[in-house]
């Protein structure tokens, strides 16, 4: 069935560091979409990335969509404190299930 | 309403009993989602509902897992026979269509199997 990997699973990084988590599908996409989780929370909606080599910004992050609709990645420059948490990926089939990433926990040390 | 909305928030029980978790999506959401979180890792996709027809059952862990959604809106998770590897975080989420759209998720069912 469809699979839909993340890594790394942890990250720890000083406060001001860069981040970044990728996301690959085993099958081609119709979007994808990325999700915080704060500690004790439930997923909170990103953004959704629809078109091959799409790139969205946020503020400090930065969503990509690969050109084969099948991986992206999420950027986050100058981490805060207030970035904890942990970021799915989300694929979206064409038969409108959605496959959500393992994770990856992001720590910053102040 | 405002959100999604799940019931009960946290729920005991003993191994062998039967519970019933709830989700009342966001009105006028046509998706409808649940997933089961187990401490400290991801979302394991259960069911989806497009109205109150559900497509695709194959995330269902085992026999022992139903659900239904009626009227197109609230629906019903149930597990029969809990065995203590059932407990976790039922999240539901909701969509307001089928082909794209964020998920909006509920606060998620706690579920202590005994």
């Known amino acids: 069935g469809q699979q839909v990997m993340q890594i790394p699973q942890y990250q720890h990084v000083q406060e001001g560091e860069d981040f970044t988590t990728y996301c690959n599908s085993s099958?081609?996409?119709?979007?994808i979409q990325w999700y915080k989780q704060r500690p004790g929370g439930h997923p909170v909606f990103l953004i959704q990335?629809?078109?091959?080599?799409e790139v969205k910004k946020q503020k400090r992050l930065t969503f990509q969509f690969g050109e084969a609709k099948k991986n992206s990645s999420l950027h986050i420059t100058a981490t805060q404190t207030t970035d904890v948490g942990t970021y799915f990926c989300?694929?979206?089939?064409?038969?409108?299930?959605?496959?959500f990433g393992p994770g990856t926990s992001l720590s910053v040390i102040p | 309403g405002a959100g999604v909305s799940q019931s009960p928030s946290n729920k005991v029980t003993e191994k062998g009993k039967d519970v019933e978790l709830r989700c009342d999506p966001i009105?006028?959401?046509?998706?409808l989602y649940w997933y089961r979180q187990s401490l400290g890792q991801g979302l394991e996709f259960l069911i989806y509902?497009?109205?109150?027809?559900?497509?695709?059952k194959s995330g269902l862990p085992s026999d022992r897992f139903s659900a239904e959604r009626t009227g197109g809106s609230v629906s019903t998770l149930t597990i029969q026979r809990t065995q203590q590897e059932d407990s976790a975080v039922y999240l539901c989420?909701?969509?307001?269509?089928?082909?794209?759209?964020?998920?909006?998720f509920g606060e998620g069912s706690r579920l202590t199997v005994l």
């Open positions: 099958t081609t996409l119709s979007n």
């Open positions: 989420a909701s969509s307001r269509d089928f082909n794209t759209g964020e998920l909006f």
């Open positions: 009105s006028g959401h046509t998706a």
């Open positions: 509902f497009q109205g109150n027809s559900a497509p695709d």
């Open positions: 990335l629809v078109k091959s080599g």
């Open positions: 989300a694929g979206r089939t064409s038969y409108d299930k959605v496959i």
